[in-house]
């Protein structure tokens, strides 16, 4: 199955923590701090593999009782908008369900609202910066 969810600490999860930097964070200059990846041990961690190559992943974590928050959403470069996003958003959010989740939120950069609009998220507050570029509060009922 392309899509599975991940160990923590397993070869998985580094492969993911990899990908998400070459995606997200390398671009900015910027790096992860290894008690950040510590406490995704408490996470839902979500990869999408083809032939054993992971090509994009995200991260659930619980905020309270009903809410998820969807974290780290990357898919590998040259590989963005072939659909891979939507099965990998379509996967979480029936994992957010099973979870007993009623409401899924993000930080969404700006340059993706157009992405999950087409999803069925929907712009909660103003824009704010993080990670030094624009991002938006978006939310999803489920």
Avoid: W
Avoid at 21 to 27: A, G, N, S, T
Avoid at 70 to 98: H, P, T
Avoid at 119 to 135: N, S
């Amino acid at each position: 199955m392309p899509l599975q969810i991940i160990d923590h600490g397993s070869i998985q999860h580094h492969k993911m923590v990899e990908l998400r930097f070459q995606v997200l964070r390398k671009p900015l200059g910027l790096t992860f701090a290894k008690e950040a990846l510590e406490t995704e041990k408490n996470d839902i961690l979500i990869g999408f593999f083809d032939e054993e190559k992971l090509k994009g992943c995200c991260i659930l974590t619980k905020e309270d009782e009903k809410t998820v928050r969807l974290r780290q959403m990357a898919v590998l470069s040259g590989l963005q908008g072939k659909g891979i996003g939507r099965v990998i958003m379509s996967f979480a959010e029936n994992i957010a369900r099973d979870h007993g989740f009623k409401k899924l939120n993000m930080h969404a950069r700006k340059t993706a609202i157009g992405f999950y609009e087409k999803l069925g998220y929907q712009v909660d507050g103003p824009e704010f910066e993080e990670v030094t570029i624009p991002h938006v509060e978006m939310v999803k009922e489920l």
